[in-house]
């Protein structure tokens, strides 16, 4: 297992960035793909990007959010800009076994999470 720490999330006005990060534990983090997944109240966890062989994007956030990782550093970072008050959530930081548009059950570890609130 991988254990996952997220930091970066907070309030911000529409139109502004934030980059969130995600530190994660272990000494096979290159072998993982990683992923950032949002959940708003009351509506399913989505797929915001995956990243590994493929990078993936969820349609909302394409062209605004850009993930990429450092193996380096075992982080994997969330560029968010242009955000919109829909982009409002908890984000988390998963390991998945793809990065093709995983599914929340192709992820076996999961992050704490992170709040994001974006202002209009």
């Known amino acids: 297992q991988v254990q996952l720490v997220e930091s970066g999330g907070g309030l911000v006005q529409a139109g502004g960035s934030l980059r969130l990060s995600c530190a994660a534990s272990g000494r096979t983090f290159s072998a993982y793909a990683m992923a950032w997944f949002r959940q708003a109240p009351g509506k399913e966890r989505e797929l915001v990007a995956a990243?590994?062989?493929?990078?993936s994007y969820g349609d909302p956030v394409k062209g605004r959010f850009t993930i990429s990782r450092d193996n380096a550093k075992n982080t994997v970072y969330l560029q968010m800009n242009s955000l919109k008050p829909d982009d409002t959530a908890v984000y988390y930081c998963?390991?998945?076994?793809?990065?093709?548009?995983?599914?929340?059950?192709?992820?076996?570890?999961w992050g704490q999470g992170t709040q994001v609130t974006v202002s209009s």
């Open positions: 998963a390991a998945c076994r793809t990065s093709l548009n995983p599914a929340p059950d192709r992820c076996f570890s």
């Open positions: 990243i590994n062989t493929f990078t």
